[in-house]
């Protein structure tokens, strides 16, 4: 069985402060792992995905398979930052958007 | 290109009444997913469809639901006999399936929000 975990629920930081969303996951294969975000009154929408490394909003992620972790980094956090965090995983590299989700961080940036 | 639509935003329904969701996808994607969140838990998947097939329904209950993605009109996510513990958001994604599943992205809808009294 494959599973996600998001052990924070909340996470408050200062604006100019680093910021990290934390995410495990167990699955015995080759995991596709990807961070939704949902701002608030907006629908829930792709951030990044492992497999594509790049950064978003100045925000990465590295796929660490030894910790079976994938979490959410970015340096400097901004006050549009706040919003619900999201990691999913894909566990077979054919099963389209079968997705298993944490659940959720919601990320408060402080002036 | 309005994005995933789902109707109602929100239901309320007694106990024992039918649900329907609707999904209709974005313009162009012929894959439908529908996933549900229980309060203070992440969304679970439920079903995966086609147009006119069922791809997958693994986390679809046994009993009382059902999904359908007709060659015409929306995707609907039937409850019959709603209880208490269905209360929940629902929500519908699609994606186009035309590349493979590493560039492949699903779009999400804002979700109904099912309450049962």
């Known amino acids: 069985a494959q599973r996600v975990t998001q052990p924070e629920k909340l996470l408050s930081v200062f604006k100019g402060a680093p910021v990290e969303l934390k995410c495990n996951y167990s699955y015995s294969g080759s995991p596709e792992l990807f961070w939704y975000v949902q701002y608030s009154r907006q629908r829930l929408q792709l951030l990044l995905r492992?497999?594509s490394r790049e950064s978003i909003k100045g925000f990465t992620a590295d796929l660490n398979k030894g910790e079976t972790s994938f979490h959410l980094k970015k340096p400097f956090a901004q006050e549009e930052d706040s919003a619900m965090y999201y990691c999913?995983?894909?566990?077979?590299?054919?099963?389209?958007?079968?997705?298993?989700f944490g659940q959720g961080t919601i990320l408060t940036v402080h002036p | 290109n309005a994005g995933v639509m789902q109707n109602p935003r929100h239901l309320v329904r007694r106990r024992g009444q039918e649900a329907r969701l609707r999904c209709s996808p974005m313009?162009?994607?012929?894959?439908v997913y529908w996933y549900r969140q229980l309060p203070e838990e992440g969304l679970k998947f439920m079903v995966y469809l086609q147009k006119e097939n069922i791809i997958d329904e693994s986390g679809m209950p046994k009993e009382r639901f059902s999904a359908e993605f007709p060659k015409e009109g929306p995707s609907i996510l039937r409850i019959q006999q709603v209880v208490r513990g269905d209360s929940a958001a629902y929500f519908c994604?699609?994606?186009?399936?035309?590349?493979?599943?590493?560039?492949?992205?699903?779009?999400f809808g804002s979700g109904t929000q099912l309450s049962v009294l």
């Open positions: 492992h497999i």
């Open positions: 313009k162009g994607h012929s894959h």
């Open positions: 994604a699609s994606s186009r399936r035309s590349q493979t599943w590493r560039n492949e992205k699903l779009f």
């Open positions: 999913a995983l894909s566990g077979d590299g054919t099963s389209y958007g079968k997705l298993t």
